[in-house]
C-alpha cells in the first residue's frame, strides 16, 4: 500500500494553507516566519512518521497491516495536524484536517487495505459531511 507522497502532502499543505489571510496569520499570533516554521515543522512531522510506517511494515504480518496503517494515519493528522494550531483558529484545523483525510482517502482508494476503517478517517470524514 502506497500513500501520499512527499509531493502530494506538500501540494496538499501549500493548498490548505491558502486558506490563512495574512489578517488571520496575525489574528492567531503567527507572522510569516513561523507560518513557514509551522509547515516545517508539519512536513517534517508527516515525513517522520512515513519513515516509521516502511519500517514497521517491512516487519508487519498480514493482519498487523491494519493497525500500522491507521496508527499511521492517526498520528498525521492528530499529532501532525496540531503543528497547524500555531497559526490557525480551531475551526480551520478541524477543516484543514478533514481536507486532508479526504486527500488521503481519495489517493488510496485502490490500496489494499480500507483505510476508511481507520478512527481519524471515520472522525474527520465525518465532519467534512458537516462541513459541506
Given at each position: 500500500?502506497?500513500?501520499?507522497?512527499?509531493?502530494?502532502?506538500?501540494?496538499?499543505?501549500?493548498?490548505?494553507?491558502?486558506?490563512?489571510?495574512?489578517?488571520?496569520?496575525?489574528?492567531?499570533?503567527?507572522?510569516?516566519?513561523?507560518?513557514?516554521?509551522?509547515?516545517?515543522?508539519?512536513?517534517?512531522?508527516?515525513?517522520?512518521?512515513?519513515?516509521?510506517?516502511?519500517?514497521?511494515?517491512?516487519?508487519?504480518?498480514?493482519?498487523?497491516?491494519a493497525?500500522?496503517?491507521?496508527?499511521?494515519?492517526?498520528?498525521?493528522?492528530?499529532?501532525?495536524?496540531?503543528?497547524?494550531?500555531?497559526?490557525?483558529?480551531v475551526?480551520?484545523?478541524?477543516?484543514?484536517?478533514?481536507?486532508?483525510v479526504?486527500?488521503?482517502?481519495?489517493?488510496?482508494?485502490?490500496?489494499?487495505?480500507?483505510?476508511?476503517?481507520?478512527?481519524?478517517?471515520?472522525?474527520?470524514?465525518?465532519?467534512?459531511?458537516?462541513?459541506?
Amino acid at each position: 500500500m502506497t500513500l501520499m507522497s512527499p509531493l502530494c502532502l506538500s501540494v496538499l499543505f501549500l493548498t490548505l494553507s491558502a486558506v490563512m489571510t495574512d489578517a488571520e496569520a496575525e489574528e492567531a499570533g503567527c507572522d510569516e516566519n513561523q507560518f513557514r516554521e509551522m509547515q516545517a515543522d508539519f512536513s517534517s512531522c508527516t515525513a517522520g512518521y512515513k519513515a516509521e510506517y516502511g519500517e514497521a511494515v517491512s516487519r508487519a504480518e498480514a493482519g498487523d497491516l491494519a493497525e500500522v496503517t491507521c496508527s499511521l494515519l492517526d498520528n498525521m493528522v492528530t499529532v501532525c495536524g496540531q503543528h497547524w494550531t500555531r497559526c490557525h483558529r480551531v475551526e480551520e484545523v478541524e477543516v484543514m484536517r478533514a481536507m486532508f483525510v479526504e486527500s488521503i482517502v481519495s489517493k488510496n482508494k485502490d490500496a489494499t487495505f480500507n483505510i476508511e476503517s481507520c478512527e481519524s478517517v471515520r472522525k474527520y470524514r465525518s465532519k467534512t459531511i458537516n462541513i459541506i
